[in-house]
């Protein structure tokens, strides 16, 4: 008898001792951001207003960029590229300035470089860097490789990376369902800032 209570005292003990239960130790993860497979970004500090597809089946982001070229400075890798607005013509315009007269210059570091097999074509080695975009009114950063998507819809595409790091989910049945717009600028104001860097 007194070996039974000694042990139901043991169990009560070692019971009491256990942790709480994951579910109430645990934080609360928090509700993903809902998007459709279509929506609008504004890249980086340039105001410029883009179409993005959101592509579950791509792992790293991509941005339409012509006439990519390497250079060094401040001995570290760098990429300069050109993001011709008459490709897709998606910045508003309020004025006569034709899209295919606007090709906005970038130069960003290196962050690191892929190389694409591609089927039936020769690799290709392409470059990633680093850049800040808008959507749904709110500022992030990703990994884009740059690549010509002059024949595709989307002169952007956001991979998995962005939903996984940003907690994004996406309804594929719908497009431009985000609430908050970002501040962008129209054709003209970009034409007017590449005269004034220009100048």
Request: with cysteine; aromatic share 8%; net charge negative.
């Amino acid at each position: 008898m007194r070996s039974a209570v000694l042990l139901l005292t043991l169990t009560s003990l070692i019971f009491s001792a256990l942790p709480a239960s994951a579910e109430s130790t645990e934080e609360a993860t928090p509700e993903p951001e809902v998007m459709g497979f279509v929506e609008w970004v504004v890249m980086g500090e340039t105001g410029i207003r883009l179409k993005a597809r959101l592509d579950t089946g791509a792992k790293t982001s991509s941005l339409h960029a012509v006439n990519v070229e390497p250079f060094e400075k401040d001995n570290e890798e760098w990429v300069r590229f050109q993001l011709p607005l008459g490709d897709h013509k998606d910045q508003p315009s309020e004025g006569d300035i034709d899209h295919e007269d606007v090709i906005l210059e970038f130069e960003r570091p290196v962050y690191r470089t892929v190389l694409i097999k591609r089927k039936g074509a020769p690799s290709q080695r392409r470059y990633v860097i680093k850049m800040d975009f808008c959507i749904g009114g709110k500022t992030h950063e990703t990994q884009f490789s740059l690549t010509d998507r002059g024949k595709f819809s989307y002169p952007v595409l956001l991979g998995r990376r962005f939903m996984r790091d940003d907690n994004i989910l996406i309804d594929s049945g719908r497009s431009f369902i985000v609430e908050n717009e970002c501040e962008y600028s129209t054709l003209e104001e970009l034409a007017e800032s590449k005269k004034a860097l220009a100048g």
